[in-house]
């Protein structure tokens, strides 16, 4: 990979080991139909990654359409698009004629870094890029040959373009032609790729091949999927995570005409009542009726007071240490008006992804099928293989479109997927859909956690930070997951301390420790996961340190990161220039803000323009300028960008948090939990790309950290206060 | 159970079912017609936006017994029109969607936008659209859509 680091390395190694227990010897190699399907590698072997065989990625139909698999799940981030444009550009596809197929569960679709079938990382682009090349280039290749022996030529004799192979004397023949006949060639190990000015449209702006169905109601996500004699389920969860059902009234419940059945189902935490239904509507109905004691004995009953005042307290007692380079005890001794002490506060977010959670699962004794929108296929199939008693190859899954995740999609215990198929596993030979309404998903845990972060900045004689001690206080998303053997190290998870304790800001006395305390909440990675709240903690802190020395909130970014962070200067540079003309003219009433954060190897920049109207922040315009190396679908980055900008600002709302009560989550729906309006969106958004032909990184989660700084940044200057915690629940 | 007879996009519908289903549960799941989505179920979010009589409605807290004659529109059949077609061509060049989920309420709304205020300003864009969730936040490109969309429809009209 040319993306490769030492991290992605180590990352791999961890997957790796994860998926080979998985894996079982499997190797799949085909699925396309044979008939028009390339030529199968010697009995199927396993071979290395690289070389996986076209047929599983590239179906040229007689018809002329070119049916291109993407090996991870679509649910916004644009990939459906991007990967196929990698692969038809080297192909020298038609583009008009290019379908895009989400892939089922198969070793062959395996993220070629992460080593199991994921979306996670802002990795979609950044680990296929090579990949989806390479088997472009490898049809192509295939298809040239076929058509050099037909017409006795070299392969060096003919060219192709918009799926078409033509000759010398004139001669051409289309790629449905010459399928057939390449699908015999070998498939080449090695084949050279387009050279940048070669790309016909890698690197244009293309428009989203799955618009139209998803603007006229055709599009089929998981959740309206209807099969012949499909039930439909909804579980009622307890009220603390992990408590046990002790007594079901059910009987009012069961006289709801179309409930099939009601029954305790075992969770991935504590025990559940399952409604099982003809239809959605009875069934939701009929679990409203339900009567449940619950048994929460020896649980810890979470609480939001209650744990902000034992994060405080933690916070203020080093930890264990992530970082320490130079001396931070200066500190100690620096005067007031020398010093900055700032605390933190970031409550439990949840993902709420438009589409309500849901799996489908038919379960027929040796085998079963699974439709579901799933950022982590081949931990989602283990699972429902396991529940099921079944290997995971007698597991079909199929990959859904799904409405948004940001995470929520990929769950290392994969509870989601166990309760559906624990109810599917009672109805043997029917069609089982779980649906979690909005309440389970709201109040059902998998948050992105509470975190609670102390920091003393002590302020040098030149204004820049002289010394940076560091307190982080928050569950550890990956602890007690398959991950952790790779993301925490000694101690800390890195999925914590990312943005701080990787800072780009040449920070020379610098200390930053951790406590990660067990809490009673399942936790989550939160689009972009730690960058959520470091990046914030960081940002403000720099801004407030550049308004104390009197210097340009960009001018004195770029004086304190190191030479070396290339991917936030750029940025920073063209930002500056870009917004030239109206950073420094707002009209009154409205105030700058300034931020730049790198994550996930892309780095950004970002202006905002804020006023407040109605106790509000409202943000007039923001820009962001972008490094993510070649921007594969620069359309698709400009839309991640303005959009994730937006989603970011979930963290903002007034009731942007999900708080506990003695151990009950206290919102239940949109209306407690309640994500950004259009009227809490920037009114408009510009992106400016660094043009770059490095290897593409990820813009999925980068819009995300850098809105939220900038936005209180810019309130600072508005109303002359730093604020420390979100969400922003008054001005 | 009850029968009812419904005008769905210009066609008679008949279902049976519980007087208290939601209109939106009777489109999803009894006739089949799942372009319009479920996403909250408590009249917070719009993606389960109809038109009930020419006007913008949460499907999901309007039981099935209330709608009596009045004509509903879907996403499935905007499109039928010339604001519908208009909305739904303007957000395929806009390139609006992303997950795509809460697109059929935006659309809906936005049609509802267009047919009585021919060019809104930005304070009715948000007024109107005001209600509706984007979780994938892609507002910007939503109003755009809309100011694109009535600029083709008022094209040469004045
Ligand atoms: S589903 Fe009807 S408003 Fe949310
Ligand atoms: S496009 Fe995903 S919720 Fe709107």
Redesign the interface.
């Known amino acids: 990979m040319a993306t490769a680091s030492k991290s992605s390395d180590m990352n791999r190694r961890g997957f790796l080991r994860v998926s080979f227990a998985a894996a079982g010897g499997l190797f799949v190699s085909l699925y396309l139909e044979p008939r028009f399907a390339f030529a199968q590698e010697a009995g199927g072997q396993p071979q290395a990654p690289k070389n996986y065989p076209p047929d599983a990625f590239v179906n040229i139909r007689p018809d002329g359409k070119i049916v291109i698999q993407v090996n991870r799940l679509e649910?916004?981030?644009?990939v459906q698009t991007a990967l196929p444009m990698l692969l038809a550009d080297e192909l020298d596809a038609d583009w008009s004629n290019v379908i895009a197929d989400l892939a089922p569960a198969a070793d062959v679709y395996k993220d070629p870094m992460f080593g199991i079938q994921m979306v996670g990382g802002s990795g979609s682009i950044a680990h296929s890029y090579q990949q989806y090349r390479e088997l472009g280039a490898k049809t192509r290749a295939m298809l040239v040959a076929a058509a050099a022996e037909r017409w006795n030529t070299t392969p060096a004799q003919c060219r192709t373009e918009a799926s078409v192979v033509h000759g010398p004397g004139g001669r051409s023949a289309t790629y449905a032609e010459l399928a057939g006949d390449a699908a015999r060639k070998p498939v080449p190990a090695n084949v050279t790729l387009k050279k940048a000015t070669e790309l016909r449209f890698v690197g244009k702006k293309v428009?989203?091949l799955?618009?139209?169905p998803?603007?006229?109601?055709?599009?089929?996500?998981g959740?309206?999927l209807?099969l012949p004699g499909m039930k439909v389920a909804v579980v009622a969860h307890p009220p603390v995570f992990g408590a046990r059902v002790k007594r079901i009234v059910d009987d009012e419940a069961r006289r709801v005409?179309?409930v099939r059945d009601v029954f305790e189902i075992q969770l991935a935490k504590g025990s559940g009542v399952a409604v099982v239904a003809d239809?959605?509507?009875?069934a939701?109905?009929a679990r409203s009726r339900l009567k449940i004691e619950w048994d929460t004995t020896g649980l810890d009953k979470a609480d939001s007071a209650e744990l902000w005042t034992r994060y405080k307290q933690l916070g203020s007692t080093p930890g264990t240490v992530a970082v320490s380079n130079g001396d931070v005890k200066t500190l100690d001794q620096l005067p007031g008006d020398k010093r900055i002490v700032a605390e933190f506060e970031f409550p439990f977010l949840a993902h709420?992804?438009?589409?309500?959670l849901n799996t489908t699962i038919r379960f027929d004794g040796d085998r079963a099928e699974v439709w579901a929108g799933s950022q982590f296929q081949t931990v989602d199939q283990m699972a429902i293989a396991e529940v099921l008693g079944l290997k995971p190859e007698q597991v079909t899954f199929h990959t859904e479109?799904?409405?948004?995740?940001?995470g929520r999609r990929a769950v290392a215990d994969s509870h989601v997927q166990r309760e559906a198929a624990t109810i599917a596993k009672r109805l043997r030979g029917t069609p089982l859909k779980l649906v979690w309404?909005?309440e389970d998903d709201v109040q059902g845990g998998y948050y992105r956690p509470m975190h609670f972060h102390r920091v003393e900045v002590g302020i040098g004689a030149d204004g820049l930070p002289a010394a940076w001690r560091h307190v982080i206080v928050g569950q550890s998303i990956t602890a007690d997951t398959p991950f952790a053997a790779f993301v925490v190290k000694n101690g800390v998870d890195s999925t914590m301390t990312e943005g701080v304790a990787d800072t780009h800001y040449n920070l020379k006395n610098h200390h930053v420790s951790v406590h990660h305390p067990k809490v009673n909440v399942p936790v989550l990675w939160w689009r972009s996961v730690g960058h959520t709240h470091t990046a914030f903690v960081m940002e403000t802190l720099i801004d407030e340190l550049a308004m104390r020395a009197r210097v340009d909130p960009i001018a004195y970014r770029r004086r304190l990161l190191k030479p070396e962070a290339k991917k936030l200067l750029r940025p920073l540079e063209l930002l500056d220039t870009a917004t030239a003309r109206w950073r420094n003219r707002l009209p009154k009433g409205h105030a700058l803000g300034i931020s730049c954060h790198e994550s996930f190897g892309t780095g950004v920049a970002c202006a905002v323009d804020v006023s407040i109207e109605n106790k509000r922040p409202r943000v007039h315009r923001a820009a962001v300028a972008v490094d993510c190396g070649l921007a594969v679908n620069p359309?698709s980055v400009e839309?991640?960008f303005?959009?994730?900008?937006?989603?970011g600002?979930s963290q903002m709302m007034a009731k942007g948090a999900i708080t506990l009560k003695d151990g009950v989550v206290e919102q239940r729906?949109?209306?407690g939990f309640v994500?950004?309006?259009?009227?809490d969106?920037?009114?408009?958004?510009d992106v400016h790309i660094v043009p770059s032909t490095e290897a593409p990184t990820g813009c999925g989660e980068p819009p995300v950290p850098v809105i939220s700084p900038a936005v209180a940044n810019a309130l600072a200057r508005l109303t002359g206060k730093r604020y420390r915690s979100l969400p922003l629940v008054s001005l | 159970?009850a029968t009812y007879q419904l005008n769905i996009n210009g066609q008679r519908k008949e279902v049976n079912v519980?007087p208290?289903?939601?209109l939106l549960?009777v489109l999803?799941?009894?006739l089949?017609?799942?372009?319009?989505?479920?996403?909250?179920?408590?009249s917070?979010?719009g993606?389960c936006t109809v038109h009930v009589a020419g006007v913008a409605t949460r499907s999901c807290i309007v039981p099935v017994s209330h709608i009596g004659e009045r004509a509903i529109v879907?996403?499935?059949g905007i499109?039928q029109d010339t604001v519908g077609r208009a909305v739904?061509d303007a957000?395929?060049?806009t390139?609006?969607?992303?997950?795509?989920?809460?697109?059929?309420g935006q659309?809906m709304a936005a049609v509802a936008l267009l047919k009585h205020t021919p060019k809104p300003t930005?304070a009715n864009?948000?007024e109107s659209?005001?209600?509706?969730?984007?979780?994938?936040?892609?507002?910007?490109?939503?109003?755009e859509a809309i100011k694109n969309a009535a600029a083709e429809l008022t094209k040469g009209g004045e």
Not at chain 1, 214 to 221: A, R, V
């Open positions: 649910f916004g981030q644009g428009k989203r799955d618009s139209r998803k603007c006229d109601g055709t599009l089929k996500f959740l309206d209807d005409e179309g239809k959605f509507w009875p939701k109905q709420a992804p438009m589409e309500p479109m799904a409405g948004g995740g940001f309404t909005r359309l839309s991640q303005q959009a994730g900008l937006g989603f600002l729906n949109f209306d994500p950004p309006y259009i009227i969106a920037p009114m408009a958004v | 159970m519980d208290s289903t939601p549960w999803r799941e009894d089949k017609m799942t372009g319009t989505k479920f996403g909250c179920g408590i917070a979010c993606a879907t996403i499935e499109g739904q957000w395929v060049d390139d609006v969607v992303q997950c795509g989920y809460c697109q059929s659309i930005d864009i948000d659209m005001g209600g509706n969730i984007c979780r994938c936040a892609t507002y910007v490109r939503i109003r």
